[in-house]
């Protein structure tokens, strides 16, 4: 049975759709992906034209407000900024409460700071993949 993964941050724009969609990717025959935020905002076209780069299906991605899973249970719930992390130190549904803190790439510097951000949260994910199927 698959494991059920939910990625929050605050906008749900950027971070939490990227991990999403990388967990599918890496691992979808294990794990069950989701992502929601605690102040949903659109999805920052910067993310999919990301995610389209590294070859990823970003097509069709919304974002969606956490209280949308209120009912649903998940093995883990994995927060990715201090934010989010403040805002859900605890989810009732969750078995497990993991807090990941990722920079916010559209205030992040540097030159490419979405590509940055995927970049550092594709290996967190795939960390995360060969501890949690070990």
């Not at 034209?49 to 069709?60: C, F, H, I, S």
């Amino acid at each position: 049975m698959k494991k059920k993964v939910l990625f929050l941050c605050t906008g749900n724009s950027a971070r939490s759709q990227m991990a999403e969609v990388l967990l599918r990717h890496q691992a979808g025959d294990q794990f069950e992906a989701f992502s929601a935020g605690t102040s949903p905002e659109t999805v920052d076209a910067r993310t999919v034209t990301v995610l389209q780069k590294m070859g990823l299906p970003a097509e069709g991605l919304l974002s969606k407000p956490v209280s949308g899973y209120a009912e649903d249970n998940f093995d883990f719930v994995i927060t990715l900024c201090d934010k989010a992390g403040q805002e859900c130190k605890s989810f009732p549904n969750a078995a497990e409460m993991i807090a990941w803190n990722f920079e916010d790439p559209k205030t992040r510097p540097g030159l490419i700071p979405f590509e940055t951000t995927a970049k550092e949260i594709n290996e967190r994910i795939k960390m995360f993949v060969l501890v949690q199927t070990k």
